[in-house]
């Protein structure tokens, strides 16, 4: 007897798969569905956080046509041309089993979405975009935003601050515009057709452009550019599925520097506009983005946890900082190589550019840690109550401005010698020659 | 999208042919009770009878009981009618949900079939603007529709970028979560619905959680209107300090009426109250048994009991609700009850219409008690010799020489040994065998367990002369022995409270640093002898809350905090523990030893008692825990009295009445022998015994101080160890759940062609090959394999099949090892049954 073996029997459970009769209706010829226009948008807004780059659920992602197109693991066609029936997609969105409908654990769609989904399929599924790669959110058409209130029934938090080092003027973000108020708060102008949230404002260094980064959480981010002058929407460099955090121009005014949702880091030609370069590296939603004055670096922060510098020609990555425990939120370049990085963790660490080593903890608490900027001789650090001034050559802190647990959530990317400016969490703007003469006023229309 | 599809049919295909099964077997269930809308009301109870309701975002869930003339009780909630009185003042749905719509007194006409009754109640500020509250509204809102789960944003790292504390625990934390993180972007203060934290869960911008409410919800409008008064998160206001749920544990439930509508009141500490019945958080303990809904609904499934775990803010009661059925056919025929146990295990199972088995025949009971009490199986001369007994009482004499046995105490030993980690890597060999020593008198000389946990516990001076002080080092901190001793002698998990409050209890993070104070000032020092240290208390020293900062004073469950001697705090808590009114001490060691018994605690997982997981049969648990108390703690006692009873030496054959049972003991359990029975098992039925590293001869491994005195060998690492397999623990947590109970692929293998079984067989010194070169019949050899294996005699019928096998080859010896094989394999021998 062969007890040294034994059988192992496995049964196999055929699963006969159920056919849906669905009626085949004629295609309206009348209503011609663009899926630019109708279907890409049904589908970032209900599919793509479950089945895009972040989470690809049962491995299938839909963010760009050529991936909502490609054979599924299964072996199925999410979508056939003309067949509504062969489309997996769509059998799944009407599908009876409320544990096999699409989107999981959640109602069915509306069903004029579906309606122009089946059309679409029946239509023959054709593409109108420029290239299939491209990823839904950047098909959609550059949107006109809502007007912004004309007065603001609460605080909103100042997410984005800059300021004109020659005409003082302060740029702040506000709901669907950015604001220009005088030093002493007095509303300037207000510049609309904007999206939700700014989360950054950046001046051109030579011309009257200003660069912002935004979006509606959840659903959209965008790079505008706009002319100083006229408020005029001049450009639109991205649209992502999430709010784009920051966008930064070197420092000749050349090149935009953005940091994007998905982990990488975009570089544009500022005069045309045109990408030049992808930066890969993190691997979550890219914080900041600081240019060193030298124009050829590149400090990036990312929820990752980790920051980087890269060279900005090659595209390579010159060092990678990883020490902190949770979300680095900003970098500045201090002198003698040395690069200053701050987190959620409560931590501003200090690191070697050169070799990427940790040199010390510059600061360490309990709370978060938001910004970093720096002035020609100074650096600053904000955070969930306090702002922090330290001596650039001794590392010695020379000023602590507390904000009785407001969180400053914005420093101008190109500090003002002779300004001290912040945005706080409570929507307020305090600003003054120095620490000890500050004003404060609310930027809220 | 399709592999997914297919997964799921697998699994629905599978549950079709299981239930399609179990429905061939069981009798058909007949409700033979009648439904609520015919059957005969004596008299209508409404709660709460008299109520003030205060602010316009407050309602009142009512519950209402119909009592039958048999005094049984149904909930008729929502089967009765309602009428308010002015009709002005408040409007009722049909599941009894009063919402006021102007100030004023009033009343409430509840009727059912031709019985009513009246209560009143009170409506104001009613108009008045009221402020959604952060910690009553907007934290229980994100616990009760599952955010702030721990498989969603609760989890220790949230999910997607955004964590909020496990139910709300942590206020700060969500406050800063929902209102700061990430440049604000969950809450949108100029257009609230367009919030993230609304669109999010009504699926308005696509959400992994999928939809969590609509947007007619109250829990949305709370949302919502928290958002747009300004996302406010002040802790001023009245504070909660408690909830009150009716009904209160223990209602009993029938088919066909098996739905329990809850009431939750909610006491605030100016005196007032308010209903939060649809703010509150629920859970089921046992899922089978039943459900419960967003507003308090619960739904009877099976028959059995369940606790249904209440939460709101950060209070927790867990009622119990029995769900009863009768089935076709079922009649109690008053089984005989040996003692005590039997008396409250037939009530339940009367009760719950599950009918006992008979009791199991002679040689499975020798074979079972064996093993349950020595570790070992029975030999062919012991099992000789109580069959051919005549004596009446001969279950009884057979246990109480087991008890007396010195294989007893070793064996005992050993399952303390797992608890207190006795193992050579913390506390090193020598020490091994001296607490092993200890442990082996204390069981044999039947130590009263008061003693022997105040030992333990109150060990101090050098572990050579007080083995037991090894407790500390393996224990080897403050945490770590607060732990362990809230493990052992408290039946509690507690570790989870070291960091947030306990998910599923009322422990809080205050408790465990409270419960560590007593261990803190405990010192351990070294001294110039390998092995041992010093235990001595310092006179000060505190613990300090960590997210307090406080100082946390002494503190033990219900008697809450506790005066503690300045010279050694652990003598306070020794004394608390070993108090006769300590209501847990006493339970948590009967229990133990009736899971060691059984197979399965009365509580289960036997180390994890909490209200959340309520006993299967209380009144079990209470009569064996005050039996222990007036036996002076005595385990022998316990141990003796449970092997007494017929519910443990009914036969794990079921009926159809009871084989639905998993919980109520109405049949044994089998069980795989443990690896260490099983080895010493391998052993006996081959005559080839194993032989352990670092101890006598013929020590069994069921006798082993420790699982590593083995020493270490680097060229045996990645060997596969039988034990191991088998689930042998490594003794690093006091932890029960150590010990693998799973069945692995590993463990067939090891069988089927492992090393130890095969060299058993095969060894030409075994029963067999001793046997064959004596010149013993093959078949006697195959009669004697079955009596020390299965502690039977083989059947004519099986004597056959090995006849035909053996008679088939031309080598007896290779056909012997063949059958020696079959049987080892042979369930009937790896199961304690």
Request: proline content about 5%; glycine content about 6%; aromatic content about 8%.
């Amino acid at each position: 007897m062969n007890r040294h073996s034994f059988l192992l029997n496995i049964t196999l459970i055929l699963v006969s798969v159920l056919t849906c009769n669905v009626q085949a209706e004629k295609p309206n010829i009348d209503s011609k569905v663009s899926f630019s226009e109708h279907v890409a948008p049904i589908l970032q807004k209900r599919c793509v956080s479950c089945h895009g780059s972040k989470l690809a659920e049962s491995g299938y992602r839909l963010d760009s046509y050529r991936s909502l197109l490609s054979e599924m693991v299964s072996g199925q066609q999410a979508v056939v041309s003309g067949g509504v029936a062969e489309s997996e997609l769509f059998q799944r969105l009407i599908h009876e089993d409320d544990d096999l409908r699409m989107p999981a654990e959640a109602n069915s769609l509306p069903d004029a979405e579906i309606e122009l989904i089946k059309n679409w399929i029946e239509q023959g599924a054709v593409y109108d975009g420029v290239s299939p790669d491209q990823i839904l959110s950047s098909l959609m058409p550059s949107r006109k935003h809502p007007s912004a209130p004309e007065s603001y029934p609460a605080s909103l938090p100042v997410s984005a601050i800059a300021i004109d080092s020659e005409t003082k003027e302060i740029f702040t973000g506000g709901y669907h515009e950015l604001i220009i108020w005088n030093r002493s708060g007095q509303l300037l102008q207000r510049i609309g057709n904007q999206g939700q949230r700014t989360y950054s404002i950046d001046l051109h260094p030579t011309n009257q452009n200003i660069l912002t980064s935004s979006g509606t959480p959840g659903l959209l981010g965008e790079v505008r550019i706009f002319d100083r002058q006229t408020g005029q929407l001049i450009g639109n460099l991205i649209q992502s599925d999430e709010v784009i955090l920051d966008a930064k121009y070197s420092p000749d005014g050349l090149r935009v520097a953005v940091a994007k949702p998905d982990g990488s880091i975009d570089l544009y030609d500022a005069k045309t506009n045109k990408r030049i370069l992808t930066l890969l590296g993190h691997s979550d939603q890219v914080t900041s983005v600081t240019w060193h004055s030298d124009g050829k670096r590149l400090g990036t922060t990312s929820r990752d946890k980790a920051a980087k510098i890269y060279d900005v020609d090659s595209g390579r990555s010159l060092a990678t900082f990883s020490g902190h425990t949770d979300c680095v939120n900003a970098l500045e370049f201090l002198d003698g190589d040395e690069v200053i990085t701050v987190s959620d963790d409560g931590k501003a660490m200090v690191w070697s550019a050169h070799n990427g080593r940790k040199k010390r903890d510059a600061l360490s608490g309990k709370t978060p840690l938001l910004v970093v900027s720096r002035t020609e001789k100074q650096y600053r650090i904000g955070g969930a109550n306090r702002l922090l001034t330290y001596e650039l050559a001794t590392h010695q802190k020379v000023a602590e401005l507390p904000t009785d647990g407001d969180w400053i959530t914005a420093v101008p990317e190109k500090e003002d010698s002779g300004m001290l400016v912040f945005g706080l969490h409570s929507g307020e703007v305090r600003v003054g020659r120095t620490e000890n003469g500050i004003d404060q006023f609310s930027a809220q229309p | 999208m399709r592999n997914h599809l297919i997964f799921k049919r697998v699994i629905h295909a599978g549950l079709a042919i299981a239930v399609s099964v179990a429905s061939l077997l069981s009798p058909s269930r007949v409700d033979a009770a009648e439904p609520a809308d015919t059957i005969q009301i004596a008299q209508l109870k409404v709660y709460p009878p008299v109520f003030t309701i205060t602010g316009a975002r407050e309602q009142l869930q009512m519950v209402v009981t119909g009592v039958l003339s048999d005094q049984s009780l149904v909930d008729l909630t929502g089967k009765a009618t309602y009428a308010v009185e002015p009709a002005d003042l408040a409007s009722v749905n049909d599941q009894g949900l009063l919402k006021p719509m102007r100030d004023g007194e009033g009343s409430l006409r509840v009727t059912h079939g031709d019985v009513n009754t009246i209560v009143t109640f009170e409506a104001e500020n009613i108009l008045q603007r009221q402020r959604v509250s952060f910690d009553y509204h907007t934290l229980p809102v994100l616990a009760q529709t599952g955010c702030s789960g721990g498989s969603c944003h609760g989890a220790p790292h949230g999910k997607a970028g955004f964590r909020l504390s496990l139910f709300g625990s942590d206020r700060e934390l969500d406050r800063v979560s929902l209102t700061h993180q990430m440049a604000g972007r969950r809450i949108n203060p100029i257009e609230p619905t367009k919030s993230l934290l609304l669109m999010k869960p009504t699926g308005e911008v696509a959400h992994q959680g999928g939809q969590r409410f609509e947007r007619d919800e109250s829990q949305y409008e709370l949302l919502r209107d928290w958002i747009a008064e300004g996302a406010n998160t002040d802790s001023g206001g009245p504070q909660c300090v408690g909830i009150k749920i009716y009904p209160e544990t223990g209602r009993l439930l029938k088919f066909p009426n098996h739905t329990q509508q809850l009431s939750v009141i909610a006491s605030f500490d100016d005196g007032s109250q308010r209903d939060v019945t649809h703010l509150s958080k629920y859970e089921v303990s046992n899922p089978l048994v039943a459900e419960v809904n967003r507003s308090g609904l619960v739904q009877g499934l099976d028959r059995g009991e369940s606790a249904v775990i209440v939460r709101f803010a950060n209070f927790i009661e867990a009622p119990l609700l029995t769900f009863v059925r009768d089935i076709e056919g079922f009649t109690w025929d008053e089984p005989e009850e040996a003692n005590y146990i039997d008396h409250h295990v037939y009530a339940k199972l009367r009760q719950l219409q599950f009918k006992p088995s008979s009791l199991a025949n002679e040689s499975t009971f020798v074979r079972r008690v064996f093993l349950d009490t020595i570790g070992l199986l029975p030999t062919e001369e012991e099992l000789e010799q109580y069959l051919s007994d005549p004596s009446p009482t001969r279950r009884e004499e057979l246990i109480d020489q087991l008890l007396e046995r010195p294989e007893y105490a070793k064996f005992w030993a050993q399952k303390w040994g797992d608890l207190l980690r006795v193992s050579t890597k913390l506390i090193g060999v020598p020490s091994v065998h001296k607490f092993n020593r200890w442990l082996e008198v204390s069981v044999a000389s039947n130590q009263p367990y008061d003693q022997f946990a105040e030992q333990i516990l109150l060990a101090t001076g050098s572990t050579r002369q007080h083995p037991q002080g090894n407790f500390y080092r393996s224990a080897a901190d403050t945490n770590d022995a607060t732990e362990t001793a809230a493990q052992v002698f408290l039946g509690t998990r507690i570790q989870c409270a070291k960091c947030h409050n306990h998910p599923f209890e009322r422990w809080t993070q205050g408790n465990y640093y409270g419960l560590s104070a007593f261990f803190s000032r405990l010192q351990r020092s070294k001294t110039n002898q390998k092995d041992e240290v010093l235990l001595w208390s310092k006179e000060d020293g505190e613990v300090v809350h960590p997210a307090t900062g406080q100082t946390a004073k002494p503190w033990v469950p219900v008697a809450g905090e506790i005066p503690t001697q300045e010279s050694d705090r652990r003598l306070a808590f020794a004394d608390w523990l070993t108090a006769e009114q300590n209501p847990l001490f006493a339970k948590i060691e009967v229990n133990r030893i009736w899971a060691q018994l059984m197979g399965q605690g009365i509580v289960e997982p036997f180390d994890d008692f909490r209200d959340s997981n309520p006993p299967a049969n209380p009144e079990l648990l209470e009569a064996l825990a005050k039996d222990f108390v007036a036996s002076g703690y005595d385990r022998r006692h316990i141990i003796r009295t449970v092997l007494l009873s017929h519910t443990y030496q009914a036969s794990s054959d079921t009926n159809p009445w009871n084989e639905q049972d998993r919980s109520y003991f109405s049949h044994y359990r089998p069980r795989m022998m443990t690896a260490e029975q099983l080895v010493d098992a391998l052993g006996y039925v081959t005559n080839k015994p194993e032989a352990f590293f670092g101890v006598p001869v013929s020590t069994k491994a069921t006798w082993v101080p420790a699982p590593d005195l083995k020493p270490h060998d680097r060229a045996k690492i990645g060997s596969v160890e039988f034990l191991k397999v088998f689930g042998q623990p490594e003794r690093q947590s006091a932890c029960e759940c150590e010990r693998s109970k799973d069945v692995s692929l590993g463990q067939a293998l090891e069988l089927l062609n492992g090393e130890t079984v095969n060299e058993m067989i095969t060894a030409k010194t075994n029963l067999v090959h001793q046997g064959l070169e004596a010149g013993v019949d093959s078949l006697d050899l195959v009669k004697r394999l079955y009596r020390r294996a299965l502690s039977r005699d083989a059947t004519e019928e099986e004597l056959k099949v090995h006849e035909d096998y053996i008679q088939s080859h031309q080598d007896k010896a290779q056909a012997l090892e063949d059958t020696c094989w079959a049987l080892l394999n042979r369930n009937e021998f790896l199961f304690q049954h």
